[in-house]
């Protein structure tokens, strides 16, 4: 099923391995994280994560890149990694078989963990007319999205908060998030989406004269509503500037939604246990990694998500540490 799936996609698989000190790492199990490729925020936190879990407990994390979700979420479902980086839409629809994945459903999935709320924006040049998100109508946006197909979905998403599609935008065909965000660069388009914090943001910042920011959401009920109707995890949320998040520049509402780690039902539930519970124990260590990870919290790790369950070794650290919420 892997196999159908992910032919034909556009993607380039790299192993990233860190320095282990000390002979008592070297009988050390070596596992892997699948997740995107450099240039994203997600590789940034995913390697946080995988250095955090390799310097504090006896596992040796490698990262294997991908360009689609798709193919990120598939390496958990095929085996080809322990653990998969992504967010919580693109994880729930690979596992109840909707939207991109009707028919090609990925039933063997679970949930390690949540990591935590991840917020995304629309980003124009800061001297643009454009001032809301109904301003975007008839202008220049990434699309066709034929290596991360979920680029559709969040821009359906985005624009939806002002009652808009991808449908009532000039089309300008790009593969995946960095080519859009490329593209916006050099003039190719007007607004690019990506992640609060991500280093495209902060490179299109420095190189486009008067830098660029984010535009804010509608977060009235009725606008959350028609983004619910694009996918249900979708919402907004409030964004306070930060040092490191170039383009917020004053209090900004973002499209919100959460960022999980995946796993497959057959993964060793002492497997499951062990990275959960380092990640529980070492909050400081990712911080340090990158600094998103102030948002994580340990008992946010056991949210309940309506369309994925959680892998029985998780719910055992869970119970363990008297944060689990289910039965």
Do not use: C
Request: charged fraction near 20%; proline fraction near 5%.
């Amino acid at each position: 099923m892997f196999r159908k799936f992910i032919k034909g996609a556009l993607y380039a698989s790299a192993a990233v391995a860190f320095a282990v000190a000390g002979s008592g790492q070297l009988a050390a199990q070596t596992v892997a994280i699948s997740t995107l490729p450099p240039g994203a925020i997600n590789h940034l936190q995913a390697s946080a994560i995988a250095k955090a879990v390799q310097e504090n407990s006896d596992l040796q994390m490698r990262l294997l890149t991908f360009n689609s979700p798709a193919a990120i979420i598939g390496a958990a479902e095929n085996k080809q990694a322990e653990f998969a980086y992504t967010s919580i839409e693109e994880a729930s629809d690979a596992a109840s078989g909707t939207n991109e994945y009707a028919g090609k459903g990925m039933k063997d999935l679970r949930m390690a963990f949540t990591v935590f709320p991840f917020r995304v924006g629309i980003i124009v040049r800061n001297n643009s007319d454009i001032k809301t998100v109904a301003d975007l109508k008839g202008k220049r946006i990434g699309s066709g999205w034929t290596g991360f197909r979920q680029g559709i979905a969040l821009w359906d998403g985005l624009l939806a908060n002002a009652g808009l599609s991808l449908k009532d935008t000039t089309p300008v065909p790009t593969t995946d998030l960095l080519r859009a965000a490329d593209d916006f660069k050099s003039g190719k388009s007007d607004a690019f989406m990506f992640a609060a914090g991500g280093p495209k943001v902060a490179e299109a910042n420095a190189s486009i004269d008067g830098g660029v920011r984010f535009l804010n959401m509608d977060d009235s009920s009725k606008a959350v509503a028609q983004m619910q109707k694009v996918r249900q995890e979708y919402s907004v949320a409030p964004q306070q500037p930060a040092p490191h998040l170039a383009g917020v520049i004053g209090p900004t509402n973002l499209m919100q939604y959460y960022i999980v780690v995946l796993t497959n039902k057959n993964t060793p539930e002492d497997l499951v246990y062990k990275m959960v519970k380092t990640v529980h124990a070492n909050k400081a260590a990712m911080v340090a990694g990158h600094p998103s990870f102030n948002a994580f919290t340990q008992g946010g790790m056991a949210v309940p998500h309506k369309r994925i369950q959680y892998h029985p070794g998780a719910i055992k650290f869970f119970k363990e540490a008297g944060i689990w919420k289910g039965n």
